[in-house]
């Protein structure tokens, strides 16, 4: 887990906001869900995976009994949940941005905690609407200037093409099993599907020969199928279709896709992902719901802009720093009248000389330096320097951040 500290964390806040503006054009909106659930919660919707079953953080909270909690691994569980409590009505389309949790192998990329964006939506089954959510991540990544994204695209089929072909699976894997990687055997036992997500090399011929879900297709599931590519492609958004992307929770049924980042490396290079998944909320105790829905991981994407010289941090400069030769009261009340007007104004403290007042002003990146000496305090002027070429001129203090923004502007 880090710390983040500015200009990353102004970065993050920039991120998010992008993020939200995109969601909200399209009448999304927020919602915040806590930090942790009941344990079964998020087990509902899991059993077989590593996030649900090894990463999680959970613990026994205080009540009496006491209940066996979990900070979130995701959020669509939690969205899931809260929909069956409060029931708003459909379809309901809502965005989140915010941390996760999953005890994994922090690396670069991957860290215990973390940071999402999502949308989802309850209560709509059109094909088109799964073309509308994967345009809003497209959207989202375009406002950020990244331009090497990919989209893969797959369907998992009805639940019962789900089955027939996760049978099939067993089959051809279980007659492979020797060719497959420990940790693929061990995975094979608990979700076939999932040994098709294995990166490792030991596995990807016998990957790469097994059988392919398309084949499983009921005629309604390769209707919306065909439906979602014709919305993707009426709105010009490439995608690649990979028979093989399962993503990792095991809710998903029909539709699902990933975002890719064409500068990272293969084994990072999932900005995020999502799907349909209908059943998840009558999975948690709610009348039967569609959903479809993704999350993006801030980490790969902000990696993916760096790579790509991309929404760079902010710049974090001031616009005017006061320097008082006074003692300093001055200075508080003038950066207090700026900042009330709209500049970001800092100053200097402990009433150091105007030599290392000058030095602050040129370390803060401020375009302007205001002084206040003894002359200006008797005069009720400031003296304003522009520090680029140090020209100065005399204003009342009153007419102060008129000038400064003439200055700036
Ligand atoms: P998932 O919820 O596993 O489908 O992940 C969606 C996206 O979240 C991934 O593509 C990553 O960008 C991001 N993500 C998942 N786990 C982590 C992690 N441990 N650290 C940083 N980002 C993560």
């Given at each position: 887990m880090r710390d983040v500290l500015a200009p990353d964390s102004t970065r993050w806040r920039a991120f998010q906001a992008v993020f939200a503006q995109v969601a909200g054009a399209g009448g999304y909106g927020e919602i915040m869900v806590p930090l942790?659930?009941?344990?079964d919660v998020f087990k509902r919707v899991g059993e077989a995976t590593d996030v649900v079953t090894k990463e999680m953080y959970d613990f026994y909270d205080k009540?009496?009994?006491?209940r066996h909690i979990a900070l979130r691994p995701e959020q669509t569980a939690s969205v899931c949940r809260a929909f069956v409590q409060n029931?708003?009505?459909?379809p309901w389309k809502t965005f989140y941005a915010g941390p996760n949790f999953r005890y994994e192998r922090p690396q670069r990329g991957r860290y215990r905690q973390f940071d999402q964006v999502g949308i989802e939506v309850l209560g709509a089954d059109d094909p088109y609407l799964d073309a509308e959510v994967i345009a809003i991540g497209w959207r989202f990544f375009e406002a950020l200037g990244l331009r090497q994204v990919t989209l893969l695209l797959n369907s998992l089929g009805e639940p019962a093409d789900r089955a027939a072909y996760v049978t099939a699976l067993q089959t051809y894997f279980a007659a492979n099993?020797?060719?497959?990687s420990d940790e693929s055997k061990l995975t094979l036992t608990k979700n076939?599907?999932?040994?098709?997500?294995?990166?490792r090399r030991e596995d990807s011929a016998v990957v790469a020969g097994a059988p392919t879900i398309g084949d499983f297709y009921s005629a309604d599931a390769a209707a919306h199928f065909t439906a979602v590519q014709e919305g993707l492609r009426a709105l010009d958004i490439p995608f690649t279709l990979e028979?093989?992307?399962?993503?990792?929770?095991?809710?998903?049924?029909r539709t699902t896709f990933e975002y890719q980042g064409g500068t990272l490396n293969s084994a990072q290079n999932a900005l995020g992902g999502g799907g349909r998944y209908d059943g998840l909320v009558e999975a948690l105790g709610g009348p039967e719901t569609a959903g479809v829905g993704f999350a993006l991981g801030l980490d790969r994407t902000l990696l993916a802009c760096d790579d790509e010289g991309?929404?760079?941090?902010?710049?974090?400069?001031?616009d005017v720093f006061v320097v008082d030769t006074t003692g300093g009261m001055q200075a508080l009340i003038i950066t207090q009248q700026l900042q009330r007007e709209g500049l970001r104004a800092e100053r200097a403290y402990e009433n150091r000389s105007i030599k290392s007042q000058m030095k602050a002003a040129d370390r803060s990146g401020a375009a302007i330096a205001v002084i206040i000496g003894s002359d200006e305090l008797e005069a009720g002027t400031a003296t304003c320097k522009?520090?680029?070429?140090?020209t100065q001129s005399v204003v009342a203090r009153d007419d102060l951040s008129a000038a400064i923004r003439k200055q700036l502007s």
């Open positions: 942790l659930e009941d344990l009540g009496d009994p006491p029931r708003p009505q459909t099993v020797d060719e497959l076939p599907l999932r040994v098709l997500d294995s990166k028979p093989k992307l399962v993503r990792g929770l095991d809710y998903y049924r991309v929404f760079d941090a902010p710049a974090d400069a001031a522009v520090m680029a070429d140090g």
